[in-house]
Structures are given as C-alpha cells and as structure tokens.
C-alpha cells in the first residue's frame, strides 16, 4: 500500500510540473499595470466625444432649457436691491 501511495504522490507532482509548464507557455505577456487606465481613459474620451457631438446638434434646444432654468430661479426669489435698481435704469433707457 505505501508503495501505491508513493506513486501517486509522484504522479500527481509530474502532473502538477506539467500542469505549470503548460501554464506558463500558454501564458499572454504581461500588457502592463496601466492597462485599466487606458481602458477608462478610452471610454471616458469616447463617451465625452459621443456627448458633445449630441449636445452641440442640438444647442438651440439646450439654451432654451438654460434660459428657461434660469428664468425660474430668479422668479422664485424676490428682487434685490441691485434687480430694482437695474430695472428702474432699464426703464429709464426704453422711456
């Protein structure tokens, strides 16, 4: 029985040896540790392009929006001192 075992121990450490022979032919070289990042940098560059190019068609309709955001905040608020002032000289320019 001893005798069975040590075979197999021998087995199984040949197999283990061919096992990491094989796994290291097989291996892909090491691409570098800044891999990731230049995936990231490529989708985050693709995705801004992707953007921009959506946003700039479509420029008339985003300055509306602004405006009209814009428009909003003031109206919630009442006038300072500084709206009056510059709605008065406003006036004054139409008169």
Not at 25 to 30: A, G, H, K, L, S
Not at 39 to 49: D, H, I, K, P, Q
Not at 75 to 86: C, E, F, G, I, S
Request: with cysteine.
């Amino acid at each position: 029985a001893e005798g069975g075992g040590a075979q197999e121990v021998s087995l199984c450490s040949v197999l283990i040896e061919r096992s990491a022979r094989s796994s290291m032919t097989d291996r892909v070289n090491y691409i570098g540790g800044s891999s990731g990042l230049w995936a990231g940098f490529g989708m985050l560059s693709t995705s801004s392009v992707f953007f921009g190019v959506w946003t700039w068609s479509r420029r008339k309709e985003w300055v509306d929006i602004m405006l009209d955001y814009c428009h909003h905040k003031r109206a919630q608020y009442p006038a300072t001192t500084v709206d009056r002032l510059a709605l008065r000289a406003l006036r004054m320019v139409k008169l």
